[in-house]
């Protein structure tokens, strides 16, 4: 792998952030589809003038997918990066609850950690080493899609086909405490549904049957079931019942994301989900599966990867460590089907899915060398 040193000066975090603050400014929630396609638009207006070869299709939903290609000087399989331009936060969050800001060396707002900041330092880096040598030794491929935040429901199969025609996978999703991510966790979301009988609340309470106490008691039956000794974990994250508070309610949802460490774990959790019961006599309980991630377990191609890139980090001046990790990318996808995959290669900083979201500004030059290091040093040789 040639030497960082050959493009210590190139990298600025100052141009970094700007870019990551046009791209936060753009708010992108998964569940609002015209603002995730305001965001592809600014992205595919970025990618072009960078060089890229465009191609925009529809994910089955309808909602916008991305490919941005930038030759190589050889041909055949080369690098994917994999990315995600929808968010978790609803559009408002700019102007109430986390506004788009620099404290010290922190910046803030919606998505600038995960992930529009690890995107945009992958640009950048592939930017400056293309400005700099021309194309790098094998193409490089960027994936963009809108439903990361929702499991990648209708992008699975259209991320897998794309990874199976490349060499290696980067992901620049945020890195762990510093860290780079090896393996993650298996991810399994569910929907329960219960469905009770109706009567009015105030007049005759006894003759109905609430769906929303059902619901209630299985919430506690379900988080009871978390066990971090263990490492697996159910958490009820959204839940939906009534329409009249005079009305006692007939149905209610609640939507269900459970993690797994291990196989074994992954197993358990879906026999426990599948062993669940309804607690209110005369309400019942139908209980679906949702969007899944598989397991990633390191490979020794992704480990291969990861010293690679740790060598790069030690000439650049810091210390890389791996681990694995909860929290689903699309890197399980990948790393599932034994393609060399190493995650968390974006932004270094904390507060992911909170009103506290934050990167550090000094960790994006760093960061955005050693991306540079790996798109210029990886030459199709070993990993697979």
């Known amino acids: 792998m ?21 791209w936060a400014a753009v ?56 990315g995600h331009l929808d968010t978790v936060h609803p559009v408002g969050t700019l102007a109430d609850g986390l506004p788009l800001r620099v404290e010290g060396d922190r910046l803030y707002g919606p998505g600038v950690l995960d992930m529009k900041g690890g995107i945009c330092l992958a640009l950048h880096a592939l930017k400056r080493l293309r400005a700099e040598g021309g194309d790098t030794p094998l193409p490089v491929t960027f994936l963009m899609i809108p439903d990361e935040e929702l499991g990648s429901p209708a992008t699975r199969a ?25 393996g993650r966790h298996a991810f399994a979301r569910y929907r329960l549904t219960t469905r009770g009988r109706p009567a009015h609340a105030g007049a005759d309470n006894r003759a109905g049957r609430s769906a929303i106490r059902a619901m209630a008691r299985l919430v506690e039956t379900i988080e009871s079931a978390t066990d971090m000794d263990r490492l697996v974990s159910f958490s009820v994250g959204v839940i939906r019942g009534g329409v009249f508070v005079n009305v006692v309610p007939i149905e209610c949802t609640a939507e269900v994301l459970c993690v797994a460490s291990s196989a074994d774990n992954l197993a358990f959790v879906h026999d426990f989900m599948a062993g669940l019961a309804s607690p209110v006599e005369g309400v019942t309980l139908e209980i679906e599966r949702g969007a899944e991630r598989p397991l990633f377990e390191p490979s020794p191609g992704t480990l291969q990867l990861y010293r690679r890139a740790a060598d790069a980090a030690a000439e650049i001046g810091f210390g890389l460590e791996h681990g694995t990790f909860g929290g689903g990318s699309d890197g399980n996808f990948t790393g599932a ?27 994006l030059a760093p960061r955005a060398r050693l991306f540079a290091a790996l798109l210029t040093g990886l030459d199709g040789k070993g990993e697979r």
């Open 27 to 82: 708010e992108s929630p998964s569940v609002t589809p015209e603002a995730v396609m305001r965001m592809f638009d600014l992205a595919e207006a970025d990618f072009r003038a960078a060089g890229a070869a465009i191609e925009r299709t529809e994910a089955p939903s309808g909602a916008p997918v991305m490919r941005a290609a930038f030759a190589g000087r050889g041909e055949g399989p080369g690098i994917l990066v994999l």
């Open 2 to 22: 040639p030497s960082s040193a050959a493009f210590a000066n190139s990298f600025s975090s100052r141009e970094i952030v700007e870019d990551i603050r046009r």
């Open 337 to 363: 089907l034994g393609i060399p995959t190493l995650d968390g290669l974006g932004a270094v900083g904390a507060g992911v899915h909170t009103l506290d979201e934050h990167l550090l500004i000094s960790e």
């Open 158 to 182: 259209l991320i897998e086909a794309e990874a199976r025609r490349h060499r290696y996978v980067l992901v620049p999703e945020p890195a762990r405490q510093g860290k780079v991510i090896t």
